[in-house]
Structure formats: C-alpha cells, structure tokens
C-alpha cells in the first residue's frame, strides 16, 4: 500500500540543535513527530578529508506534500553548510498512525 508520507533524516551535531530543529518544525505543523537518537556514528568526507564524528540523528515523520517545505525549514535552521535532509517514503503503515500525521501536520 502506497502512502502519501514520509520519514525524513536529519543529523545534527548536538542533541540540543536536534531537539530545537524538531521542536521548531513539530510546532510549525511541518512534521508530525521528531524522534531523536543520540550518539550514532558518521563516518564521512567532507572537504577532501575523511571524519569520523559523533553526531544526533532525527527520524521525523510527515506527509510527502509539506516535504519540500520541511527540507528547507530544517536548511534555513540548521548549522552545517549542507545538512543531511533525506526523505524515505513510507510504503505501509498503521492507518490510525498516518491519520494522525494527518491531523497535526499543516499546510
């Protein structure tokens, strides 16, 4: 079953940028829900040098339409030069679940 929604992956470099990313964007009705993972991992090349870095992941969930929006919220409030903001459409899910996203998302 095809959805109109989606998980939308975030990193950030600390567990207070990543709470006020997603609290902002929650508030704002752009995401239904922020979920925050500390202490992840990223290896990554950045600027002809590879890193190895501790950083925060954010799953945030929303409907496909207020993604376009979202990414460039979660751009315009973010302190990397060019953050991680990668969409995984949702193929299933429970119905009551997405109705919700429904509900407290705008736009």
Request: charged content about 30%; hydrophobic content about 40%.
């Amino acid at each position: 079953m095809e959805t109109g929604y989606v998980v939308v992956m975030v990193t950030a470099p600390t567990e207070e940028e990543a709470a006020s990313i997603g609290r902002t964007v929650v508030e704002e009705g752009l995401a239904a829900c922020c979920n925050i993972v500390p202490r992840v991992r990223s290896i990554y090349t950045w600027q002809d040098k590879v890193c190895d870095e501790g950083e925060v992941l954010c799953l945030m969930k929303t409907r496909k339409a207020l993604f376009s929006r979202l990414k460039d919220r979660i751009v315009e409030l973010h302190s990397y030069d060019v953050p991680e903001v990668i969409s995984l459409d949702i193929e299933g899910g429970h119905r009551d679940y997405l109705s919700w996203i429904d509900d407290v998302t705008r736009g």
